[in-house]
């Protein structure tokens, strides 16, 4: 089968967001005393949650990835699904993060932004896992 041109673009939304994660964890790592700490850690969940919009936006898009693989592999389409529905999830933990983040304890903002970044990560691998099944093609790894 050949691989579709989503998939190209799938790998440079991953790069994104694996960016936005690098940007975030540094900000978590940051001494939550400094004055800059929320409003850094604000920052890069933004950016981590204008990452996830585009690649929801391209992924979802009616010629995106996502329908793609409902038409070139129909067995999937409940595993598509899965991660549709965890995109919503991921935006409106990013959204309540955002919104906490200015007044929140730093111990809790940064519990929360680390199951934030692990769900992320663990949906990085189903979909690149779903990538996989579809079309034997691991776009993990690098992105």
Known sequence: MELPVQIEQAQKR???LRD???TLE????MASSSPAWRSTVTRALVEVRT???AHVE????GDGLLPQLITDAPRLSNLVRILERDHRRLLDTCD?????ASGADAGEI????RDLMGDLVDHRQQGAD????????DIGGQG
Not at 26 to 29: C, K, M
Not at 96 to 100: A, D, G, H, M, T
Not at 110 to 113: E, I, K, L, Q, V
């Open 130 to 137: 779903l990538v996989y099944a579809a079309y034997s093609e």
């Open 110 to 113: 940064r519990s929360m932004a």
């Open 58 to 61: 391209e992924v979802e898009a």
């Open 14 to 16: 991953r790069l994104a």
């Open 96 to 100: 309540e993060l955002i919104s906490v």
């Open 20 to 22: 936005a994660l690098t």
């Open 51 to 53: 990452a996830i919009e």
């Open 26 to 29: 540094q900000a978590l790592a």
